[in-house]
């Protein structure tokens, strides 16, 4: 049943006359009489009788107003939610990797909860593929992923992917064993190391793809022995001497760990906000993607 056909319906029941329909709706008596007998056949049951030179609602057709104005009312409430300049409302669902969420989502969330208490956010931790797959099967309505410059990432056609912020990466290394003044190139730093165990991400394959290539640039081949996409856990084991492994540089680490800084080539993560094609206008989403792009570039 089409919703204009229900409008012409509930107009004729507040109103009584065709013709009166016609001069509402700016149409004819003839498009009227042909709305209303479209909808009868597409419910099955007589919605209207003679009555004098007039018309009046059967009991089915009494009974179809009722629901009719319910769904006439449902359908303007999504438009007014749904248009461009609605007040937010609803609600969003982000996956995303936990330092996006922690340091990004979570303290927008607090203040949403005062400006819009109509707004709902969901979040589910969730490493860069994971997120993906879940953003295009609709599971969730934003993905917050990351890749590297050394290990940049595709993203299929039917999404969205807008940058958010870059951060510096180094080699996280027992402090025993850097020495005083670090090596001029990242080439350096791992040649350093050829001999050590490294960890990598036991969830995304971006991690070991960077170390891999700049092992590679460094003639070795790094040999990968723990994996962790916790970056606590990673610190215990370089402090446990357990290996060597990526960090990010603006991340005070634990006694124990010391960052060698990797440049020539730079190591940088690259984080996104990604959203299906055609989705991003819905007003919730629109504003919390915009409050994560401003604080992303409030550092």
């Not at 969205?160 to 850097?178: H, N, R």
């Not at 680490?253 to 010391?258: D, E, Q, S």
Request: glycine share 6%.
């Amino acid at each position: 049943m089409e919703t204009r056909r229900l409008q012409v319906l509930v107009e004729l029941a507040r109103l009584g006359s065709m013709r009166a329909v016609a001069d509402t709706l700016h149409t004819t008596t003839s498009t009227v009489s042909q709305q209303i007998a479209t909808l009868a056949r597409e419910t099955g049951a007589a919605l209207i009788e003679p009555q004098g030179r007039r018309v009046r609602l059967t009991p089915a057709g009494r009974r179809l107003v009722e629901h009719a104005t319910v769904i006439l009312a449902a359908v303007e409430a999504a438009q007014r939610d749904l248009a461009p300049g609605a007040e937010p409302s609803g609600t969003v669902r982000v996956a995303g990797f936990a330092t996006a969420l922690r340091a990004r989502v979570l303290p927008i969330i607090e203040q949403l909860a005062d400006e819009y208490p109509r707004l709902r956010v969901l979040v589910r931790e969730h490493e860069p593929a994971e997120s993906l797959a879940l953003l295009t099967a609709d599971e969730v309505d934003l993905a917050l992923t990351y890749d590297y410059n050394l290990a940049p990432a595709t993203v299929d056609t039917a999404l969205i992917s807008v940058p958010l912020w870059t951060s510096a990466w180094g080699l996280g290394v027992p402090t025993a064993e850097a020495d005083g003044t670090p090596a001029a190139t990242s080439v350096e730093v791992f040649a350093r190391f050829r001999s050590a165990d490294w960890i990598g991400n036991s969830r995304n394959t971006a991690d070991e793809t960077v170390i891999r290539t700049l092992a590679s640039m460094a003639g070795f081949t790094a040999h990968l022995t723990h994996r962790s996409d916790s970056l606590d856990l990673v610190e215990d084991m370089i402090t446990a001497g357990l290996g060597v492994g990526l960090l990010p540089m603006d991340r005070p680490t634990v006694p124990g760990v010391r960052l060698l800084p990797l440049t020539g080539p730079d190591v940088l993560l690259r984080a996104f906000a990604v959203t299906r094609r055609g989705h991003a206008d819905w007003p919730p989403l629109a504003l919390l993607a915009d409050l994560i792009g401003r604080r992303a570039h409030q550092g």
